[in-house]
């Protein structure tokens, strides 16, 4: 099972659903449509209505980050886990990187997934190296140390999806040879089986720069389980291309 998940980012109004609504119905008459899941995270002032118009329907909706403490608390503009399961949200991005450079540590990143997982959502968990970790080699200690730090053998593993979205690629157009994903995917899936001790791991996706022409450049390398995309998920048009031509 391949994952397609958009992440709208501060992105969208309440009519934005006609945009899911044209990917939902592409998705119904797709044959291809038992091979992958998608996922579409909208802020969270569009969760609650998104999520009850596509309870039945072939999309998920998830959230783009949380609060690292669980249920309620006196943090003013702060939103938990479990208020967002709430709500209908059955995903969860934690650790991106533009969270991570607003603050998100180790500790509350911890938090924000164990509090998650405890509600039973499903997260989605971002990792990856910047422009200088990749120019002096440190991109596997890097990710193993995302991944250590904040993961733990027992957190229950089939709630979890790994997005390695390198920084230096999201939004740039740059992304990384298809040899060095596979080499990092690889690394990535090895470090999980430690974590886990287990044989099998959570997917683990790729997430940055994701676009309908480079798509199939990606639909090349099995290792890969699904992809976060950014920018190309607010276009109904360009979300659907990516789809089509992964599967061309």
């Given amino acids: ?12 109004v309440p009519k934005s659903v006609n945009i899911i609504n044209k990917i939902n119905s592409f998705v119904k008459n797709d044959r291809n449509r038992n091979k992958y899941r998608i996922v579409l995270t909208p802020p969270y002032t569009l969760i609650e209505t998104f999520a009850k118009y596509f309870k039945n329907k072939l999309i998920s909706i998830g ?38 450079s607003e603050g998100d540590n180790d500790q509350m990143l911890r938090n924000k997934v164990r509090f998650a997982l405890k509600h039973n959502l499903r997260v989605i968990f971002c990792i990856g190296e910047n422009k200088k970790h990749k120019k002096n ?18 957190f229950k593993m089939n709630n979890l999806i790994i997005a390695y979205e390198p ?14 994903l596979i080499k990092n995917t690889s690394f990535i899936k090895k470090t999980l089986k430690k974590i886990f001790n287990s044989k099998k791991t959570p997917p683990v996706l790729y997430g940055g720069s994701v676009d309908s022409n480079n798509i199939e450049q990606f639909s090349k390398i099995n290792i890969i389980d699904g992809f976060l995309i950014g920018g190309a998920s607010k276009s109904s048009k360009k979300f659907i291309d990516i789809i089509k031509n992964y599967y061309r």
Avoid at 1 to 12: E, L, R, S
Avoid at 90 to 97: A, E, L, R, V, W
Avoid at 137 to 154: A, D, P, Y
Wanted: net charge positive; hydrophobic share 35%; with cysteine.
């Fill in 63 to 100: 959230a783009q980050n949380c609060f690292h403490k669980d249920l309620f608390s006196s943090n003013t503009g702060a939103v938990s886990p479990y208020m967002l399961k709430q709500i209908g949200s059955k995903y969860i991005i934690i650790g991106h990187s533009d969270n991570r």
């Fill in 137 to 154: 080699k440190k991109t596997f200690t890097v990710l193993k140390q995302q991944l250590s730090s904040v993961l733990e053998k027992k």
């Fill in 167 to 180: 920084i230096w690629s999201i939004g740039t157009g740059m992304i990384p040879s298809s040899e060095d």
């Fill in 1 to 12: 099972m391949k994952y397609f998940i958009g992440n709208w980012k501060m992105f969208g």
